[in-house]
Nanobody
Framework: QVQLVESGGGLVQPGGSLRLSCAVSGFTLDDYAIGWFRQAPGKEREGVSCVSSSDGSTYYADSVRGRFTISRDNAENTVYLQMKSLKPEDTAVYYC?????????????????WGQGTQVTVSS
């Protein structure tokens, strides 16, 4: 049974940091690309970052490049999203998702499996 479980969200002040985790089971990271997406109230779901299964290539949305870092630990079957210099506009529910093949950053509908999401709130 495929399962993705996010954790690590919370309330943080502007300029602060958080690290999100996506623990996967039922498949291995060698076979699936993983993407992080977020959705704020009243907004479309958007791609934040993704990592390929083949060579570990990483991709970032322009809005987070230089502040967020995606990484994967194949041994632990976990993907991380390190978020620094957080801004109020980063506030959203963050989801991780998995798909076979290429890690499309801007096509969340192509992902087959999703976690339940974790809330990130950036506020003073």
């Amino acid at each position: 049974q495929v399962q993705l479980v996010e954790s690590g969200g919370g309330l943080v002040q502007p300029g602060g940091s958080l690290r999100l985790s996506c623990a996967v089971s039922g498949f291995t990271l060698d076979d699936y690309a993983i993407g992080w997406f977020r959705q704020a109230p009243g907004k479309e779901r958007e791609g934040v970052s993704c990592v390929s299964s083949s060579d570990g290539s990483t991709y970032y949305a322009d809005s987070v490049r230089g502040r967020f870092t995606i990484s994967r630990d194949n041994a632990e079957n976990t993907v991380y999203l390190q978020m620094k210099s957080l801004k109020p506009e980063d506030t959203a529910v963050y989801y991780c998702a998995a798909r076979r093949g290429w890690p499309f950053l801007h096509a969340h509908s192509l992902y087959d499996f999703w976690g339940q999401g974790t809330q990130v709130t950036v506020s003073s």
